[in-house]
């Protein structure tokens, strides 16, 4: 979460989850991937780089959290 209002550039690659909402936010340089979800007050990919959307499901780390029982 970016609670700031600078531009955030994303210039590796990524795997993750942005919330920038008052901030621009710029994503990808020269064949460059990055995953996850994205969401800025403007959001610029450059031509070459690849976004694939991973959607995010808390209910599947909880399963994983929980496995065997433990609490």
Do not use: C
Request: glycine share 12%.
């Amino acid at each position: 979460m970016q609670h700031g209002s600078e531009t955030m550039f994303i210039e590796g690659e990524w795997a993750g989850t942005i919330l920038a909402p008052n901030a621009d936010l710029v994503l990808g340089q020269s064949n460059k991937i990055v995953y996850g979800r994205f969401a800025g007050k403007n959001v610029t990919v450059h031509q070459y780089a690849m976004v694939k959307i991973v959607p995010f499901n808390p209910t599947e780390l909880y399963e994983v959290v929980f496995l065997g029982g433990a609490k």
